[in-house]
């Protein structure tokens, strides 16, 4: 087995509840270790709404998604977080009192004392497009995100979908590629306008292809890919030759994982806690922001926020229990100042 990335505090999930943890974890001497799946930090605010204002935030009159993320980003820099992006924790089992060992499904493994879930609604999981038989392409040519452009050098791409994603990568891998196709079903595109001029620029100079229409077959043999059967609006078919599909559908979220856990679930969707300390039915390993449920409980940030700093009272006990914890504010305590990098 890899060698365990060692942490006091594993948090799953990088939302702004995730984020946060940090800040109040770090306050009481806790270090913290971040994953997501996703390929940055922000969740929900950074993956649904980055551009949407925000009214809620106590003192924040008005913020983005991205610039509540970035924002949570600079607050928790003092406490020099380790984040991993691109990664879902898949297993979680308890190996000491209190020691738990989490492991990716990459094979990244981590071991931390206390383990706190800040997953959301779940994992952001990408949109599998309906073609036949594609289950046996995935991974080996057919990806739903991009981990190293290296592997995509001079192969022959072929990128469905007409969001930021799709377009981002089209632009991005249309150099390293050796041919390279950009296949969406109409020529309008989600995407950021500056996104659309220039993916129509590396068509104007020949460098892509970009054709309408919707793949409906592949063709290859033990997961290689060869072609791709797309079909116009028309009905009619061509192919196109490719060594790699990636298509860009979306994402959607699922409870994923967090469901073999052992943990007890509500409905089979929430993580019921206390409203003392926010920690599940396994002692050591807390629930916060919108996977939790308590009577009252209201799918807002500020909510997880609160949760959080309740969560690292608790959490303070498993990981330093030699420590007593005393009650102090950041206005006036010299040694949170200190840790905050501002005495
Ligand atoms: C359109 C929209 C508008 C909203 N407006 C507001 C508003 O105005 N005010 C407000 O307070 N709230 C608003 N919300 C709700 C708010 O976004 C959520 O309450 C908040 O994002 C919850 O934060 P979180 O950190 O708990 O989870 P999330 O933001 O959902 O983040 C969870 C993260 O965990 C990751 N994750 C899950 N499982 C795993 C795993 N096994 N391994 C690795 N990573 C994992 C996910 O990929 C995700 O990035 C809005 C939501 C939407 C969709």
Request: with cysteine; charged share 20%.
């Amino acid at each position: 087995m890899t060698e365990a990335i060692k942490t006091d505090v594993l948090i799953i999930g990088a939302g702004p509840c995730g984020l946060f943890a940090v800040f109040e974890l770090g306050l009481l001497d806790m270090k913290a270790h971040v994953v997501d799946i996703l390929d940055r930090p922000g969740g929900q605010c950074a993956e649904l709404y980055p551009e949407k204002p925000i009214y809620d935030i106590p003192a924040l009159p008005v913020v983005t998604g991205q610039g509540l993320t970035d924002a949570l980003l600079e607050q928790i820099r003092p406490f020099e977080p380790a984040f991993t992006y691109g990664e879902m924790v898949e297993t979680i089992e308890r190996i000491g009192d209190p020691l738990f060992r989490a492991v990716t499904d990459r094979g990244t493994v981590f071991e931390a004392k206390v383990i706190v879930i800040a997953a959301g609604g779940g994992s952001f999981q990408p949109k599998r497009p309906p073609i036949p038989g594609i289950e046996a392409y995935e991974d080996k040519s057919v990806f739903y995100a991009v981990r190293k452009m290296e592997q995509f050098r001079d192969k022959r791409l072929l990128i469905v979908g007409g969001g930021d994603s799709a377009l981002d990568w089209t632009i991005n891998l249309a150099p390293l590629a050796s041919h390279l196709t950009l296949l969406h079903r109409r020529d309008q595109f989600r995407a950021a306008p500056d996104s659309v001029n220039k993916m129509m620029a590396l068509v104007g100079e020949g460098k892509i292809d970009f054709v309408l229409g919707q793949v409906s077959a592949l063709e290859g043999a033990d997961g290689q890919l060869s072609k791709a059967i797309v079909k116009r609006s028309d009905g009619s078919n061509f192919e196109i030759a490719c060594d790699a599909l990636l298509p860009f559908f979306g994402l959607t979220m699922k409870l994923g994982p967090v469901a073999n856990w052992g943990l007890e679930l509500k409905d089979g969707e929430v993580i019921p806690v206390g409203t003392e300390t926010f920690e599940t039915s396994i002692p050591g390993i807390f629930a916060i922001g919108d996977i939790n449920w308590y009577p009252g409980k209201l799918k807002l940030i500020l909510s997880g926020f609160h949760e959080a700093a309740l969560m690292a009272q608790k959490a303070h006990g498993y990981v330093h229990p030699e420590k007593r914890l005393t009650f102090q504010y950041t206005t006036s305590s010299t040694s949170l100042q200190k840790k905050l990098g501002v005495k």
